[in-house]
């Protein structure tokens, strides 16, 4: 079965400076997601993407965070100047969805996540 | 603002027995997905929810929406080991622009031999 493929698997990085996480969806997906968990916490939305643009973000995706679909399968989280609230589990998601509704019955599907430490 | 409340947060039970997830969302949402999440693993999606009155189920776990009370139980029948992990429901806000789950925070499950 296809899957969303994320890399790294953990990130360890030093207060202040860039990560660039990455993520391959599925490839016949449309629609591409960045969530985060805290440890222990729930998931959260970070921001959604859809025909090389976002199309909704959250409070939490403020100027420190990018994304970019840099070719045809990679979809990537760039986060500048990392703070230690930023340590987290980072998944990549996409789903099918229709052009009416990016997630009308269709689940989101989750890469592995990439845990970012941030000391 | 589209809260998603789960209840209980914990839940430990033994194999054998039966019990119920609850997750209560506070505003209109026409659809409603739950998770599943091993330690240190991604989520797993078991199932999606369109429409009130939905009912899915899938081996021990049977999923069901009610869209009038705003409820949605993920319920457990004779519950392996296997089953333990956090199970997670999401709601997308029916008045908003379709492209974000709100989650609760989660139900970790035990189950003990």
């Known amino acids: 079965e296809p899957e969303v493929t994320q890399t790294p698997s953990h990130q360890v990085t030093q207060m202040g400076q860039e990560v660039i996480l990455r993520c391959v969806p599925i490839?016949?997906?449309?629609?591409f997601y960045w969530y985060r968990q805290i440890l222990g916490q729930k998931v959260e939305f970070l921001v959604s993407f859809y025909n090389n643009e976002i199309s909704e973000k959250s409070e939490i995706f403020d100027d420190q965070f990018s994304v970019e679909r840099p070719d045809g399968s990679n979809f990537t989280l760039k986060i500048r100047s990392t703070k230690l609230e930023d340590s987290a589990m980072y998944f990549c998601?996409?789903?099918?969805?229709?052009?009416?509704?990016?997630?009308?019955?269709?689940?989101?599907?989750f890469g592995n996540g990439t845990r970012l430490t941030v000391t | 603002e589209l809260k998603v409340e789960q209840n209980p947060l914990f839940l430990s039970m033994q194999e054998g027995k039966n019990y119920t997830i609850y997750c209560n969302y506070s505003?209109?949402?026409?659809?409603l997905y739950w998770y599943r999440q091993d330690p240190g693993k991604s989520l797993e999606s078991l199932f999606v929810?369109?429409?009130?009155?939905a009912v899915k189920q899938e081996g021990r776990l049977m999923a069901s929406l009610d869209t009038k009370a705003r409820l949605s139980t993920l319920h457990i029948t004779a519950a392996v080991h296997d089953l333990s992990a956090t199970y997670f429901c999401a709601a997308v806000y029916s008045g908003g622009s379709n492209y974000k789950l709100t989650f609760g925070k989660g139900t970790l499950l035990t189950v003990n031999p």
């Open positions: 505003t209109t949402s026409d659809r």
């Open positions: 998601a996409s789903s099918e969805g229709t052009v009416v509704s990016p997630l009308y019955n269709s689940p989101l599907h």
């Open positions: 490839s016949n997906h449309l629609y």
């Open positions: 929810l369109l429409s009130n009155g």
